[in-house]
């Protein structure tokens, strides 16, 4: 399993970004469980959302009202949608997958956001 994420870049404060990772090597996405993670400098990676099998999804308290996840299961797909962003928001944003069933995780490279003030 091979997760690619895309769409990081430089927006000023109150901007917006959409992330995507793209899975690939994967035969059934829908039973994948997928999340994104953001990890500032210095700091811990910490969960930001995540969208089940079914499409429920949950979020950060942080990020709750102006970020969303969905996914494309037809395009093997995850989106994260950013608005409002905050200089806060900054960090490196991975994606993960999980199989429905599997402790096994899956993690792509990552995307650098920024947020300028």
């Known amino acids: 399993v091979q997760l690619q994420a895309s769409g990081g870049g430089l927006v000023q404060a109150g901007g917006s970004l959409s992330l995507s990772c793209e899975a690939s090597?994967?035969?059934?996405?829908?039973?994948?469980?997928m999340a994104w993670y953001r990890q500032a400098p210095g700091k811990q990676r910490e969960l930001v959302a995540t969208?089940?099998?079914?499409?429920?999804?949950n979020y950060a308290d942080s990020v709750k009202g102006r970020f969303t996840i969905s996914r494309d299961n037809t395009k093997n797909t995850v989106y994260l949608q950013m608005n409002s962003l905050r200089p806060e928001d900054t960090g490196v944003y991975y994606c993960?997958?999980?199989?429905?069933?599997?402790?096994?995780?899956?993690w792509g490279e990552g995307t650098q956001v920024t947020v300028s003030s």
């Open positions: 993960k997958a999980n199989r429905r069933f599997s402790a096994v995780d899956y």
């Open positions: 090597g994967i035969t059934s996405f829908s039973n994948y469980y």
């Open positions: 969208i089940r099998y079914i499409g429920s999804t």
